[in-house]
Each structure stands twice: as structure tokens, then as C-alpha cells.
């Protein structure tokens, strides 16, 4: 017995109006820092309505973090939120779920979302992510990542009652995303898919997920790039980076996810950046153990980025993009990398990557991948 889980997804332009039309009156928007102070909130809330009740709570910073939700918690729990909002990355859209379990159920902390048990969500209010980036995912996963209060290192968390009842697709929200990060988190989106498509639980949904979005983000990418106000273009990336969302939501990451996890606990490094690292490397890698899944990707790539066989392309492709393909051109210490190569490896080792990743692989082999993109 298998599922196949997603929200349900609104997209396109003007889709933020449609949170209009929910019958419910108290919203609380979960952002983070940064985004609390641009023109997004106000975006949100003018297509929401001016006659519906707000709370905003911007505490999240790069990484949702326990003490920061917990502060914020009884305020929010004052305010009885019918509709709870992620509006950001990753990490705001992560916090918005462990805020909404935390809302729903007083007894629980962020440690008691479980895929084990009924939590017995959705009593009093629903779910709903606003990404404003094109790559984590965290609109169509039902896990959550956050960091702990007494421990630096950080936890996940999962539960089907985390997931988002609805995922909004604006590509108003993305038209300003800068750069760097579009190109970051995009990679993030190109690896969901690609690991997605190789995994050891893969599926006749994800594949489908994955092949699509490959489609619309390489398809896109270069033109966002070009011209970052394109609504067409960015409207692509954001859906086809939600799909690779539900790809890898429903499948599972592998070993280019172990290790950009284990290269981001040790370096301050963008997730996409990291993990497009060493993409190419595993694709290589893991080439025998899928050979036909990996070619019908390569032959997805347009043309003028395809080469003989989908690492060699995504090399080229990243380096067209202006993406990271070294440790050197990601900007890191190349000195201290070489120290940490056996912490990171450990690091690695402990991810479920490992497992799900089509070839099978060992510390020794963990260790290599480190030491071929110095
Ligand atoms: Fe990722």
C-alpha cells in the first residue's frame, strides 16, 4: 500500500485572491524577519481582505528555532487563528506547521509531531503556504525542520496532519526574489527532482511530479535569469519547484541531499548551493544503477545544455546558471573543508539518503564525494 500526498494547489497569477474567499476571519501570517519588512505582507493581506482579523508573527530567522516558536506560541494561542499562513521559505512555511500542531494541541511540544499516531489536527483551524522562494518544497512536504533550544543540532519532524491544506502559487510573491537565491533554490528544486526520479521508494507519482517539473524549471530558469520580472517564466519555476516537492515528498531525497545536509552543518552555505554540489558527482555515481531513468531526465534538459549523459549535462547547466560546481567556486575555505571531510562523512552517514539513494554506498565511498569537489 502506497499514498500519493499533496495539498491542494492554487496557481497563477491573481491565486493569492483566492484566500478571499475562505469563510474564516482570524488569519495568522508566520514570516520571517526579512520578509516582514518588504512589500509581501501587505501583498497577502490586501488579497485576503482588509475586514478580516490579522496577526502577524515575523520571529522566524534562517532556521525555525524552538525557543522563538514557543515565545510566540500563547499570543498566538490568544488569538485563535481559523487560518494559519507560511509565508516565506523553507523555514517560515516549516514554522507555520509547528506553530499550527502547537495552536491545535496545547499538551504538545514541537518533539510530539509524529507520523506514528492521529495528533488530531485541523480542529480549529487549517494550513496554508505561501512560498516566496521556487525550491525548498516545505509547501507540499509534511515534515518540518526546525532547531532545538538546548541542542545546536537541528531536528525533523513529520506528520500527514502537517501538511498543507492548501499551497499558493502566486508568482507575485517570487518576482523579486533576488539572484542568488533564485539560482540557489532552483538547484534545491532540479536535485528534489532528479533524486526523486532515482530513489529507492520512487513511484509512478513521483516520477510524474519529477519528470514535469524538471521540464518547467529547466524550461524557465535561464529566462527568469535573464529577465527576473518575467510573471510566465517565474510562474514556470514556482510550479515546477512545488512539483518537485511532491516528487521528493513522496519518495524521498538521496545521497546529494546526505551530503550537502552534512556540508551545511559544518559551512554557511545556501541548501541549493550545497546540494547541487554534488549532484553531478552522485548522478555519476548512481548512473548504472538507473541508466534509463537518468537518461529520459537528460533528454528533458533543452537541447543546448544536453550533453551524453545527465552529469555531464547538469555540470554544463549548472555552469550556465552561474551555480556552484566546486567547493573553491561555492567560496568556502578549501583548508578547512579538507579538515572536516571525516566529521562531514559521519554527518552524512547518518541520513536516510543513504537508504534511499538507487546505488548502494559506504563511508569510504561517503568520503570520496567530499574530496571530488574540492
Ligand atoms: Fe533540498
Redesign the pocket.
Known sequence: MWFFRSPEVVFGEDSLSFLSNLDRERFLIVTDRFLATTTLPGLLKESIGSNRQFMTFAGIGEEPNEDEILSSISDIREFNPEVVIGMGGGSAIDSAKIIYALNEREDLTPFDITPLEEIGLGKKSILVAVPTTSG??SDCSWAAVFSGSKEKRKNEVASPEILPRYSILDPSMVLSLPPEQTRNTAT?AI??AVEAYGSHWRNPYSDAMAEKSLELITGSLTEVIEDPTNVFHRGNVHVGASMAGMAFSNSQ?GLA?ALGHALGARFRIA??KA?GLFLPSVVKFNYGAVKERYDRLNMIFPKKFRKESLDRTLTSYFLAIGQAVSVKSAGLDGNEYALLIDEMTDLAMESTGVLTNPADSDKGRLKEFFGEVI
Open positions: 525548498t518544497g534545491d536535485t528534489h531525497v541531499h541548501h541549493g546540494v
